[in-house]
């Protein structure tokens, strides 16, 4: 069973910088394609940031690119999303993601393990 538990979401102001962390155990890390997704009060998750295997490949939503970067640490099976200049639009529970399917994947249903979330504030 592969379990996901992230950590380091918070309250932050606008402008401001969280580096948000996603341990991954029950699997071989590497085999597995991270992403991570969102989800604002009343609105549908969405896609935030995906990485390869490698780590080699990334892919961000439009609203992200340039402000947050996925990373993977396969030594320590762990994948981060490093957001800076935040903003209150950023504000939603964050969520990371695992699949054994390859590439790049931007789809939640392509996704098969789901970590529990954490929240990040944005305050303006």
């Known amino acids: 069973q592969v379990q996901l538990a992230e950590s380091g979401g918070g309250l932050v102001q606008a402008g401001g910088s969280l580096r948000l962390s996603c341990a991954v155990s029950g699997r071989t890390f590497s085999t597995l394609v991270m992403g991570w997704f969102r989800q604002a009060p009343g609105k549908e998750r969405e896609f935030v940031a995906t990485?390869?295997?490698?780590?080699?490949?990334?892919d961000y939503a439009d609203s992200v690119k340039g402000r947050f970067t996925i990373s993977r640490d396969n030594a320590k099976n762990t994948v981060y999303l490093q957001m800076n200049s935040l903003k209150p639009e950023d504000t939603a529970v964050y969520y990371c993601a695992a699949s054994v399917r390859g590439g790049l994947i931007k789809l939640a249903g392509l996704y098969t393990y789901w970590g529990q979330g954490t929240q990040v504030t944005v305050s303006s």
């Open positions: 990485i390869s295997w490698s780590g080699g490949r990334t």
